[in-house]
């Protein structure tokens, strides 16, 4: 939705490497209006940081979980953003608890999927993470209850 408002036009004056902006006129602009910020189909419940250094959630207790680990360097933080976004928005993700678990950001996603949709959440997770991943980027490791992890150890 568009709203009209009514604007000043500015005319910008240079003198000696500094800009005056001085209003000259009206004009009317459009301005686009904010959409209504959606609430995420799924809230990932976060269980917080456990202190004793062992993670609460393994692939015993999920579907699906994504471990973002570290080499001294903390976890691939924009892996881990563009994953949490994934699955608030994924069709298919039932539930999804997040547990901290290092000094450096460690920390297990656990998901709880529809069994028709694990496949494809499997693959769409599996498919945002890389290979090869440098010591620069902490190791991302997907895991499936009945499969071998990946990428593998």
């Known amino acids: 939705m568009m709203r009209r408002r009514h604007l000043p036009t500015w005319i910008a004056l240079f003198m000696g490497g500094a800009a005056l902006l001085l209003p000259q006129g009206g004009a009317e602009a459009q301005i686009p209006q904010a959409e209504e910020a959606q609430a995420p189909r799924v809230e990932i419940e976060d269980l917080g940081h456990h202190h004793d250094g062992a993670p609460s959630l393994w692939i015993e207790d999920c579907d699906l979980l994504v471990v973002f680990g570290s080499h001294s360097t903390g976890i691939d933080g924009k892996l881990y953003s563009e994953i949490l976004a994934f699955v608030e928005e994924a069709p298919g993700v039932e539930g999804a608890r997040l547990a901290w678990w290092g000094r450096e950001g460690e920390r297990n996603l656990c998901l709880e999927v529809a069994p028709?949709?694990?496949?494809?959440?499997?693959?769409?997770?599996?498919?945002?993470?890389?290979?090869?991943?440098?010591?620069r980027n902490g190791p991302t490791r997907l895991e499936r209850r009945g499969f071998a992890p990946f990428p593998p150890r």
Do not use: K, V
């Open 116 to 135: 028709e949709a694990a496949d494809r959440l499997y693959d769409e997770i599996r498919g945002r993470i890389p290979e090869e991943q440098s010591d």
